[in-house]
């Protein structure tokens, strides 16, 4: 009953334009952003740090930046862990070389070069779209990480061909390596995301995001009505390999802290984070959170009830997760291909007409 | 024969500008099929100017030529007294010539008024990086452009939809919302592909008053295809006709009317 738009005039552009018109939304992000930032750095702990809300942070990212790919600008991509190992190896670079540079720098500069990356990677873009262009992109994933296992320079020679996190701080507050304390590198996750979620906002309710959607909707027409799709495309893979790439360099620097390529950023990272955005909902910045979520909260459920409640087998736990999350994919592509953030708006449509059914 | 920068006078008083845009002995071929056959006309500043002919006599071809989605393989097309190099469809978008289209392309994953809004692309001039910032210049781009989207909006009377799905809508709707994407771009030269196909009566008497409006208010020069000769005859101030490929007529749609040629055309010779 409270949740609805009556009475909520809009008499500017600008405030039809925002990002949250309704009052009662606006309220709730404030809201959620003040928990975020003002209550949960407090009661914090590595057990809830490293199993759920940096994870979440981090995919949430990826997530975002796949979803301006393949759910805004309708470009299907599988290389998102060979541009999360871009982003992850070029932090390891920089923060090797610039040992006094702040970690913030080397993050955004990861994303950067990750960027120039995606671009290179999304020229076929250009001419093949659909089936094709996912197995194009699966080629860079597959060739990325080769070229980060073969080529010594990337791992800084090490012995084992592994890359560790060396520490590094921001302002002085240690993020990475293993004294980082978890508030730290929750704060510094957090900061990272919501600012990635502005921008995506941003882009997607102006005209670079309607430049995007025209393309994924009916690229022909689009052309027609003076979409450069070389421009649309291309920037399209620009800011996701962006995001992406920013996902990467946290998920080794400020997440794990040492990577061994083919095992973090393998083809298996590429599927997890389309599933998220399949789940969580093709085309929405929230639907990006709400996969990432997801994603990351169920194995954790299904471990707390399978293996500590009801004493399974851990084996049989895990394969459960796999079965599961195979099947939502299934039913979501038949019965809701839009995702949670689907459900989520169709709930809020009935919710503001209830207790009436029309 | 009228010259090129000399206009005339319609039956209804309204003045007819020079050429805009001339196509000068166009051949279109795909493979062995001659699709268009050496077909020269012109299009004058303000007028409304419609291309028949039965089914297969390239009409929709020659549409797509002036778009800049076909290149002939022989002839010239000329706007604003120029000739136009080959060019990318998005280009010639740019140049100031809008379309819509037979089967309606639509973005349906957008609202009506996202879509009406991409029409506008040619207005926006911030980069993506104060896009990315959105205060400022992004926003107050946004919101110039919103002020002539509602204008539009306005005009065609779809005020009611502007929030809705484009999927959502019913085809006549459909309709109108591409003439609004094509008239946000502000057209020199607004193309339209059967406007009034798959429509009932009601649906066709609004749609010609649109069009009248349009070419009225806006002054905007429009060449349409269209199959319903009486909706031809009414709206428009001169007519090709097109059969094989071929310009068979060329004139005042009395003209037309009592040419031979297109009689032939469309009721067929005997061949006694």
């Given at each position: 009953m409270f949740y609805r738009e009556a009475g909520d005039f809009k008499t500017s552009y600008v405030d039809d334009n925002?990002?949250?018109?309704i009052k009662f939304d606006r309220y709730r992000y404030y809201v959620v952003l003040a928990v975020a930032f003002g209550i949960i750095p407090f009661l914090i702990n590595d057990y809830w740090a490293n199993a759920l809300l940096l994870p979440f942070l981090i995919y949430a990212i990826a997530a975002i930046g796949l979803n301006i790919l393949v759910g805004y600008c309708g470009q299907v991509s599988l290389g998102t862990g060979g541009f999360m190992a871009v982003g992850a190896y070029a932090c390891y670079k920089l923060m090797t070389a610039f040992p006094d540079v702040s970690m913030f720098i080397h993050v955004i500069l990861a994303g950067g070069i990750t960027a120039i990356v995606g671009v290179l990677f999304g020229l076929p873009s250009l001419r093949i779209k659909g089936f094709y262009l996912a197995v194009a992109t699966l080629a860079a994933q597959f060739f990325l990480v080769w070229l980060f296992n073969r080529v010594p320079w990337f791992y800084n020679y090490s012995a084992s061909g592994q890359i560790n996190a060396p520490e590094r701080d921001v302002f002085g507050i240690i993020i990475t390596g293993p004294n980082a304390p978890a508030w730290a590198t929750y704060l510094f996750c957090l900061i990272f995301l919501t600012i990635c979620a502005i921008i995506a906002r941003n882009l997607t309710r102006g005209t670079t995001g309607r430049t995007w959607m025209a393309i994924r909707d009916m690229d022909i027409a689009a052309e027609i009505i003076g979409v450069n799709p070389l421009k649309a495309k291309l920037t399209a893979f620009a800011v996701s390999s962006f995001f992406v790439g920013i996902a990467g360099a946290l998920f080794f620097?400020?997440?794990?802290?040492?990577?061994?390529v083919g095992e973090v950023f393998g083809i298996q990272k590429s599927f997890l984070v389309l599933f998220m955005i399949i789940i969580g909902g093709l085309g929405s910045i929230f639907g990006s959170f709400a996969g990432a979520a997801f994603l990351v909260l169920l194995p954790v459920v299904l471990k707390v009830t399978?293996?500590?409640?009801?004493?399974?087998p851990t084996d049989i736990v895990a394969h459960l997760q796999l079965v599961i999350v195979g099947a939502l994919i299934i039913t979501f592509l038949i019965l809701e291909p839009h995702g949670l953030a689907q459900l989520w708006r169709v709930a809020k449509e009935k919710l503001r007409l209830w207790p009436f059914p029309h | 024969m009228l010259d090129s920068t000399e206009g005339y006078v319609t039956e209804d008083g309204r003045k007819i500008g020079g050429v805009v845009m001339e196509m000068k002995n166009i051949t279109l071929r795909f493979g062995g099929v001659v699709a268009i056959k050496d077909i020269s006309f012109d299009i004058r500043e303000g007028e409304i100017r419609a291309i028949i002919g039965p089914n297969g006599a390239g009409k929709s071809s020659m549409l797509n030529v002036i778009s800049g989605f076909y290149v002939p393989q022989e002839g010239e097309v000329w706007f604003h007294g120029s000739k136009r190099p080959p060019m990318r469809p998005f280009e010639v978008a740019q140049q100031g010539i809008a379309r819509t289209f037979q089967n309606i392309a639509l973005f349906e994953g957008m609202s009506v008024l996202d879509n009406v809004m991409t029409g506008r692309l040619n207005f926006m001039r911030t980069n993506m990086f104060q896009q990315a910032w959105w205060k400022g210049k992004a926003e107050a781009e946004e919101v110039a452009n919103r002020e002539a989207v509602e204008k539009i909006i306005d005009f065609l009377e779809i005020q009611h939809i502007r929030k809705t799905p484009v999927s959502r809508l019913p085809y006549g709707l459909k309709k109108r919302v591409e003439l609004a994407r094509a008239l946000a771009a502000e057209p020199k030269l607004l193309l339209l592909d059967e406007p009034m196909a798959g429509m009932n009566v009601e649906e066709k008497e609004d749609m010609s008053r649109f069009i009248l409006d349009v070419n009225d208010e806006f002054g905007t020069t429009i060449a349409l295809i269209e199959h319903d000769m009486g909706v031809v005859m009414d709206l428009s101030d001169r007519v090709v006709v097109m059969d094989y490929g071929k310009k068979i007529g060329d004139g005042t749609p009395d003209e037309v009317r009592s040419n031979q040629d297109v009689i032939d055309a469309y009721l067929g010779v005997s061949h006694d």
């Open positions: 925002q990002t949250f018109p620097a400020v997440y794990l802290g040492a990577v061994e399978g293996v500590d409640l009801l004493g399974w | -």
